[in-house]
């Protein structure tokens, strides 16, 4: 077991069972993940905070982490198209629901790398690989586009906010070529997690601890943790796999068996 996986499979659960803990105390959906209409019905959240709960605890034991990582996985990609794509395409403009819907995309996508890492298919860690890439981006794009907003967020000790939320979609968008075209992809799974890592601690924590009665607050902070996990178990399962320049041939256990992680 590497220490990308370890800390990334910890991080990653944290952020799923906290959003179920969540929705649990509030008897409602996770807010922006889960755009239910009728949010308000208690029994809806309920559901959710205890399939969530359950498959972060499930991915944490050897025996059952895949399963716990298939439930996670299949849960946030039914999100996305039975909630997220009809809502898109009555919006197409709103930028929340973007927002929304391609951070569901890319947790899911973390997921199927769990799913992947503990059952030694590099397939399913590639597939998850590439949905997690592609939202990535579309981060980037948000950020030029609703560059005032994302500038207002930034700490007021940092400087030059303008130049650092148009530097922030840079760092998306480059992140995710790179996971995708599969060029520098370590090095990129790595920063993309020290990326969200920090906000996590320089933005997020901050703000939640300054209203901690807002939901929103939470959310925002958990979805970020999710996203570092989900970055640094891309990291460990594109340190099974020989890069471009590595040769194949130099190597016999390249052939072999993937590793299963667990």
Known sequence: ????????????????????????????????LEPVSSSSLPLIGWITGL??????LLTMLRPTAHYGAAMIAAML?????????????????????WTGALETFALSGAAIVLFGLTRGANRASTIGRILYGVAMPGFGVLHFIYVVYTASV??????????FAYAMGVAHIASGLSLLTGVLSRLAARL???????WVIILHVPRMLAHPDRPGEWTSMLIATGMCGGALLIASALSNIPSA??????????????TVLA
């Open 77 to 97: 990609l039914l999100w996305v198209l039975l909630l997220h794509v009809p809502a898109l395409a009555s919006a197409p403009t709103n930028g929340g629901e």
């Open 154 to 163: 930034i700490p007021n000790w940092i400087p030059a906010h303008v130049f």
């Open 51 to 56: 399939v969530l709960v359950a498959a972060a």
């Open 1 to 32: 077991m590497n220490k990308a996986y370890l800390f990334g499979r910890a991080i990653f659960a944290t952020a799923i069972a906290g959003l179920g803990v969540q929705c649990l105390l509030r008897g409602n959906v996770v807010p922006v």
């Open 245 to 258: 320049s590595e040769s194949l041939a130099d190597s016999p256990s390249a052939v072999s068996r993937p």
């Open 192 to 198: 993309t997690a020290a990326m969200f890592g920090s």
